[in-house]
């Protein structure tokens, strides 16, 4: 409540500077109440919109990042609001829009140091326990002496526990005595310093213990929270279904949501389409060279598995003499004879990869993803790497995660290989076009540098 108080006379202060010192300048005198009127309504609007995406409660607090986002949008969500609403009452001539876009331009730098300040204020006082803002008994059940670590963290985030009761089991069987003796420990610290919840920590299988302990916290006239352990917690993390009887939980995440997908092949098509176009008379010449070097075809085909597993042929300028597609294939390797003196070139400088825009045209590739392998190599590693099939959850991709942090090239050691794979799976779960437009930039100023490529 004191950091949305904060915000809200923060806001409402900025937009009337802001509208005082637009009109001063222009020899107008403002109307005060119209002006006081939108000022109000723009600092309920950031609040409201701060509340609702959670930047008061204590994790909200507790993340800079989202702070940070979170204000910044809210900020711009109340500048385009109150323009709204002056075009809609008709006050743009009070509150006109040169006193909004100062408003708005002198706002976000002025609003974030006064709210991490305070924020920062908070975060202390929670790490030294002097904030409390609920008071609850601790049940615990699980390996001895892990329960100060919960209260270590509840404690930091404004939960201040009376009393802890460690629920004893032996060989998976409930000491019914130590649940009595609990739950004993638990009346006798209400009585005494009354307490707002009783909190539960124990493993969801052990179905027994949580009920016959309910059973005696049922004498309590508080409110019971069970908590999930790490596997239940990942579970209960998943988007739930709401079938109208019942409700599951998303165990497993599709790497990309319909408007993801939707949103990352637009990006491939336009700047597929632009980098095509920018770089046409360099792959005219780039063709031209290699036909009069080794003669046709210009073009080397191969192979691949893209999406799910489905092959496609990929396209690239022909670097060597062979040009091999079948169960075995032998990576090239430094000094490699089989490379022409221009391939050298062409795949030091990754000018061999372009014609895989094609690719990216015709849908069966992305500019960013897991980098596709030949068939025989997937065959191989897909048996020694138990997670390597996962890169094929998304489009393989000309450039990717992996390659910008030193993976790719000659994969002569496994490990190579499986850190490849870990970098390719992080990204798949971690996909955004933010990310996408930061590995196609990082490619481009490797493209020079890269000594992995020959």
């Not at 409201?48 to 204000?71: P, Q």
């Not at 209960?236 to 409700?247: D, K, V």
């Not at 003499?321 to 990576?331: C, D, F, L, S, Y």
Request: glycine share 8%.
């Amino acid at each position: 409540m004191f950091l949305a108080t904060a915000d809200f006379l923060l806001a409402e202060t900025i937009l009337l500077a802001s509208n005082e010192v637009y009109h001063r300048h222009l020899g107008v005198s403002p109307s005060d109440w119209e002006t006081i009127y939108l000022s109000v309504t723009a600092g309920l609007l950031l609040v409201a919109f701060m509340a609702a995406r959670g930047a008061y409660t204590v994790s909200g607090i507790l993340d800079d990042h989202r702070v940070i986002k979170t204000l910044f949008t809210g900020w711009l969500f109340a500048f385009f609001a109150i323009l709204w609403i002056a075009f809609l009452t008709k006050t743009t001539s009070t509150f006109s829009r040169g006193s909004l876009t100062l408003a708005f331009a002198v706002g976000f730098p002025i609003l974030l140091p006064g709210h991490v300040a305070l924020a920062r204020v908070l975060k202390r006082l929670l790490a030294a326990k002097k904030l409390v803002l609920r008071t609850a008994y601790l049940f615990y059940a699980g390996v001895p002496g892990m329960e100060q670590g919960i209260v270590g963290k509840l404690g930091q985030h404004g939960i201040a526990v009376c009393g802890v009761s460690t629920i004893e089991t032996r060989n998976g069987t409930i000491a019914a005595q130590s649940v009595r003796a609990g739950v004993a420990a638990a009346q006798a610290a209400f009585r005494f310093d009354p307490y707002g919840a009783v909190y539960l920590f124990c493993s969801w299988d052990q179905r027994k213990l949580i009920k016959r302990t309910l059973e005696e916290l049922s004498r309590l006239p508080l409110p019971i929270y069970l908590f999930a352990d790490a596997y239940t917690d990942r579970i209960l993390a998943g988007c739930p279904l709401h079938t109208g009887w019942q409700r599951a939980f998303e165990v497993q995440r599709a790497p990309l949501r319909p408007a993801e997908r939707l949103l990352k092949r637009l990006l491939d098509i336009v700047l597929a389409s632009l980098l095509l176009l920018f770089l046409s008379p360099l792959m005219a010449v780039v063709a031209c060279a290699i036909a009069l070097e080794t003669g046709r075809p210009v073009l080397f085909q191969q192979t691949r598995r893209g999406f799910c597993g489905k092959p496609f042929n990929i396209y690239k300028f022909r670097s060597m003499t062979v040009q091999e597609n079948g169960t075995i294939i032998r990576q090239a390797q430094r000094n490699d004879g089989r490379v022409t003196p221009l391939g050298r070139i062409l795949r030091r400088s990754n000018i061999d990869e372009l014609p895989q825009l094609f690719n990216v045209l015709r849908g069966e590739m992305s500019l960013v993803g897991p980098r596709p392998h030949a068939v025989a190599h997937d065959d191989t590693y897909s048996k020694i790497i138990e997670s390597y099939a996962y890169r094929h959850r998304v489009k393989p991709g000309l450039t990717g995660w992996a390659q910008i942090n030193g993976f790719r090239g000659e994969t002569r050691e496994l490990w190579r290989m499986e850190k490849r794979v870990e970098h390719d799976l992080w990204y798949i779960k971690s996909w955004s076009v933010r990310l996408d437009l930061k590995i196609i930039w990082t490619t481009a100023l490797l493209v020079l540098s890269d000594r992995d490529v020959y």
